[in-house]
């Protein structure tokens, strides 16, 4: 094994070189030294010459390193890794949007000042081009004007009454162009004419019409002698008597698969498929006879019957002691009941509903209610009322104080609650 030592990342030489990084983001600057004894690792950073080459290719391996590491045993900092996420789509949001701002903005500058109706320049173009005596008006009556244009001087000059081409059209003209046509398409229809004549001619053994003749008996003659050896073909593949025939092929094709079929459907071979099917029949009627009955302790049937008998007496005890609970409860309650009616607290269940529906409507309405069941008014042994409702001050009578006094016996009339209340 060889030592290799690194050179820190600011030149200098030494057994050490610096990790940096950022202290925003990651812990503080580390100084590491490190001493490599493994040969592959050694070669590897001996392949780069340069101290910083090496250096860079160190730290980049020791960080792969690392996030291996922190993979293979499961801390990777998820939040870390989302945040940045986060934070750089943020980022790339922002420049994304502002750089949009400004292609719509230039791109809406450049297209106002070619297409704006007004101050346009392709609007001013194309009014300078298509306006009355415009270029383009100018430019079409310099060429296609009636008498001094460029088209009708040259129409003039080729076709006009003095051009060449209207006294070589001109029919008297003996040497114009209809005399030389009409002398031309003469020869040439009386040269098509003796063609024609000559080439249906029978007298002459070279013409077309001799010639198809010839080739119509040779075909017939060699077509009927085709025909009668398909014929004889035919009937020699369709004959029983020919062994190598087609229909003899195939009738003992037919003969060999009915013999294979009824071998197979017969009951007298052993090895035939109707035999193997009905000794499996058999067999699976056995199997489901065992199966099913409850003769045998160890049948499926009799397991099945155990186990719903098992699950069924589990159920009772349940429904049983559920019923046994249920009962007991009941008569708790109704202990309790009976014993709250015969003392002095079966009032307090109508002051709590009273107080429920009195804080509900006082919430309703921003009004404050106060529970004053126990506060001692004025006169001494007297309470100050069960409720006290304040008035909000959306109120007409805000901060006035309303004492509510919950009382279920009959018999209490003002006076009596007064007194009570002090």
Known sequence: MQESTFNNPNGNNGPHFAVEGDSSRLHSRMTLELIVTDPDVCSELRAHEKDDERNRYALAALRIGVHAMRQATGVIDATSVRDEVSQMLHSLR???????????????????????PESGQL?????????????????LNRHLGEDASTVAQTLAAHVGDQSPLFKMLSPEQANG?????????????????????????LDD??????????????????LRKGLADDVAEVR?????????GALTRLVNRVEKAQEQ???????????????????????VNGTVKGSLTLDDEASPLSLLR????????????SNTEFHTEIRETVATLKARKLEKARGTRHGDDFQDAVGEYVEADARNRGDVCERTTSTVGRIPRSKTGDFVLTMGPESV????????????EQGYDLKSVLEEIG
């Open 397 to 408: 009578a805000a901060g006035g104080a309303i004492t509510i006094e919950a009382k279920q």
């Open 236 to 244: 020699n593949e369709f004959s029983l008597d020919n062994e190598e």
């Open 177 to 201: 162009l209809l005399a030389s046509l009409k002398e031309v398409i003469g020869l040439a229809l009386q040269s098509q004419r003796d063609q024609i004549v000559k080439n249906f001619s």
């Open 94 to 116: 922002e420049v994304l949007a502002e750089h949009s701002v400004q292609c719509t903005g230039g791109i809406s500058n450049s297209l106002k000042g070619y297409f704006d």
């Open 306 to 317: 155990r186990q719903l008998l098992e699950v069924i007496g589990q159920i009772e005890k």
């Open 261 to 283: 079929i009824s071998d197979q459907f017969s009951q007298d071979n052993e090895d035939s498929a109707m035999s193997r099917m009905a000794k499996l029949l058999e067999t």
């Open 205 to 222: 053994k070279t013409s077309a019409l001799s010639r198809l003749l010839t080739e119509v008996t040779d075909a017939n003659g060699k």
């Open 123 to 139: 609007t001013q173009r194309l009014d300078r081009l298509v306006k009355r005596d415009g270029e383009l008006d100018e430019l």
